[in-house]
Structures are given as C-alpha cells and as structure tokens.
C-alpha cells in the first residue's frame, strides 16, 4: 500500500508515493478531523495518519544531509483527559519474509522518502488530537489538520521540486508560505512536559492488539465473575505465541477454551529492546463473557 523502501529524492518519487496516500486516505474515510497530523519543515516533512486502533500510516521525507533513524517507539499519540499511547513497531509488507514480520527502527538516507505502516495499542476514547515524534534529540510536535487541508497539503507536497538546490524555496514554489507543526530541542525547558513519555533505554513489552473473550458455557454459569484462566507464553520476533501453558486454571474444559482462543483470536506486536524486535515471557488472564 505504501512505499517502505528508501528511493532517490525525485518529483516523480514524491509524486508516486503522496498520490497513493491521498488515494489510501480517500477510499478508507481517513482524515476527519483529529486524525490528519502534518509536520513540515526545510529539513524534514512527516505525515501521520491513524487509521484504527492499532494501525497508522506515516510519511517521511528527509531533507536534511544528514542520516536519521526514525523510530515507532518515539512516536505518541494523544487523546482527551491526558490520554496518551505510543506506536511500537514497522509493519513489514514483503509476505514471504515472515521471519522478520515486525521491525523496530529503520534508518533513512538524505535526500530519501519513507512510508510504513506502524502499529501499537492506539485504544483511547474518542479522536486522537495530537502527535509528536522524538527524532534526531529533537521533539517534532505536529499540527492538526482536517481532511480537506490534509488532503491539499499532499497534493502540494507532491509537487516540490527536489532537484532545486534551494529546498526552502521548492516548497515555498509548491504553495507552503509557512511550515507546520513545531519543534523543540531535548533537554530545553520547553521540552520538560515530553520528557515523561520518553525514556533513555526504552524496553516495551509485547502489545495485545486483538483479545477477544471467550464465551462462558452454560454448565458453568454458576461461577463467580470474574471466571479467569491465566496462561503464560512466549512472544517471538514475530508476533506469534509459544510455549503456552495453563499458569492458572479453572477446569479443564475451561482451561482449553482459554488456550484455543489465544491461539486462534488473540493477535500481539512484538517487545522492543535496544531498538530491535525481541522475544518476551507474558502471563495473559483469559477472562470470560457471559452473553
């Protein structure tokens, strides 16, 4: 869907991958308000689309001269009331390469356009209304834009010219009289109010994106709630589970029904460790429904 390979900076390459993400925010309803984030700026262009609760798309456009390595893990979402979730990992669209179905980071070029699907437990009440991103010792705060400024600010940045020597006066040329967004510095006193969501040496444990319950049967409507089963497992590289077993159970009918819906239902992200993918120990309580 979108381009996750570095290419060359050309007209025609940020043409290419701009016009599939407007298609991609066209045919999928994206972009209502509070879910289109724009940054912009004569060194780095980035555009964040949320599409669910676990699933967002991001644009990058390094026009700086030097390297960046651009991790999910850095990258927040907020909601109302102080709610706040991070993204996690890169979503890797090549099918046949289910060992490395997940990656943690990626480094891009100068001069290079990157796309990716990044995904992590997005669940908040309501719309997101705000994003930033850590990069480079730098906080990117995004600005918020409807569907219909999102959807021109696209078209405008498929139309730089990149072969201008003058980036600033390319995007200027395109239509931007201004940037988007803004930027401040790790470690400055602006900076102080992020600092919570960031850590040095981040370690994120495995997400459970999917976790559905199962349903309670009959003969056992006579237990308490909650009626719990507690399992532990491993999480690989890839996001599937192994090694389970019953760390706590009920009855062995119950006890397989928990087992065969994480197995069958229950979908997860990998651990982030020293920004690589990593495998994790997990106990997970299966609780059931009644209805």
Request: aromatic share 8%; glycine share 8%.
């Amino acid at each position: 869907m979108i381009n996750k390979s570095g290419i060359n900076f050309s007209q025609i390459a940020v043409l290419s991958l701009f016009a599939v993400l407007l298609t991609v925010l066209t045919s999928t309803g994206m972009g209502q308000p509070g879910s289109g984030f724009l940054y912009l700026s004569n060194q780095r262009i980035v555009t964040l689309e949320v599409i669910d609760s676990n699933r967002a798309v991001v644009n990058y456009l390094n026009l700086s001269e030097s390297y960046t390595v651009f991790m999910p893990s850095d990258f927040i979402v907020f909601g109302k009331q102080g709610q706040w979730k991070r993204t996690q990992v890169i979503k890797n669209e090549d099918l046949s390469d289910q060992d490395n179905r997940f990656f943690a980071s990626h480094l891009i070029k100068p001069g290079d356009v990157y796309g990716a699907e990044i995904q992590g437990d997005l669940r908040i009440d309501g719309d997101v209304d705000a994003a930033c991103l850590r990069i480079d010792g730098r906080i990117l705060l995004f600005e918020k834009l409807l569907k219909r400024d999102l959807e021109v600010a696209i078209s405008r940045i498929s139309n730089i010219d990149m072969d201008r020597r003058n980036r600033k006066n390319a995007i200027q040329r395109a239509g931007f009289q201004r940037g988007f967004g803004k930027m401040i510095f790790e470690g400055s006193e602006a900076a102080e109010e992020y600092k919570q969501y960031f850590q040095e040496d981040p370690v994120f444990g495995p997400v459970a994106i999917a976790d559905p319950k199962p349903l309670l049967p009959s003969a056992f409507r006579n237990l308490p709630d909650p009626v719990v089963v507690r399992v532990s497992g491993v999480i690989s590289r890839f996001g599937g589970i192994k090694d389970m077993e019953v760390a706590k159970g009920l009855d062995p009918v119950l006890d397989d029904m928990a087992m065969e819906t994480v197995r069958g239902s229950w979908q997860f992200l990998p651990a982030v460790q020293g920004g690589e993918v990593a495998e994790a120990e997990v106990k997970l309580n299966i609780v059931f429904r009644r209805d």
